[in-house]
């Protein structure tokens, strides 16, 4: 069956440290991928996507991703976390015809 | 001003009675989704429709029910056998790739 999974419920980074959050997919084919990021009582912000070719995407506020077919991962990094990235992690997945899914999420808290 | 526009923002339920959250949408996409957000469970797929007079069930279906017989709308129905419907549900659309969220509907049970 398709579907997500962030492994990590939260994660707590001192600022400055580097960051890598965790996101797995069950598909027969390599599907569309995604990263949200969703600050306290706000939406839902596009950091980066990935449809094809180069493997490493880069995104929005210092963020990258790596695509590893062989793991099935889409991998989300920073070099170095700032206090104001603290906020929700979302990894979706667009399979076919359509159907885009969500992981349950990671919280990042960065302490100072 | 083109968009998502979802309604209520706040919406309550008495027990045994369905309520329908609206989704409007005047950006001309095909395929619309319905999300609910609870803490720590992310955002689940409830059902999405790719064209009008078409809809596929998510993961979490059952206890709603949908209708696509305009592009532009997407209405949800929470029934009374959904026995947990206290979340925050958002509304979504899709073009290229590119998903555009509504601002959501908090939905309570009194």
């Known amino acids: 069956a398709q579907s997500v999974t962030q492994p990590d419920i939260h994660i707590t980074v001192s600022e400055g440290a580097s960051l890598e959050l965790r996101c797995n997919y069950s598909?027969?084919?390599?599907?569309?991928l995604f990263w949200y990021v969703q600050s306290p009582g706000q939406g839902l912000q596009l950091l980066l996507k990935y449809f094809s070719g180069d493997t490493l995407v880069q995104g929005i506020k210092g963020f990258e991703a790596e695509f590893k077919r062989s793991q099935s991962s889409f991998n989300l990094r920073k070099p170095s976390v700032h206090w104001s990235d603290a906020a929700e992690y979302f990894c979706?997945?667009?399979?076919?015809?359509?159907?885009?899914?969500f992981g349950a999420g990671t919280r990042l808290t960065v302490k100072p | 001003d083109g968009g998502i526009t979802q309604s209520p923002k706040y919406l309550f339920r008495k027990e045994g009675q369905n309520v329908t959250l609206s989704c409007e949408q005047n950006?001309?996409?095909?395929?619309m989704y319905w999300y609910r957000q609870d803490p720590g469970q992310g955002l689940r797929l409830i059902y999405y429709s790719q064209i009008v007079n078409d809809f596929q069930k998510g993961d979490i279906a059952e206890g709603y029910s949908v209708s696509r017989e305009k592009k532009e709308s997407f209405p949800l129905t929470v029934t009374s056998a959904q026995k947990n419907p206290t979340a925050f549900y958002l509304c979504a659309s899709k073009r290229n790739e590119k998903l555009f969220f509504g601002s959501g509907t908090q939905l309570s049970v009194l």
């Open positions: 950006l001309n996409h095909d395929a």
């Open positions: 598909y027969g084919a390599t599907p569309y």
């Open positions: 979706a997945v667009a399979f076919a015809d359509n159907d885009m899914r």
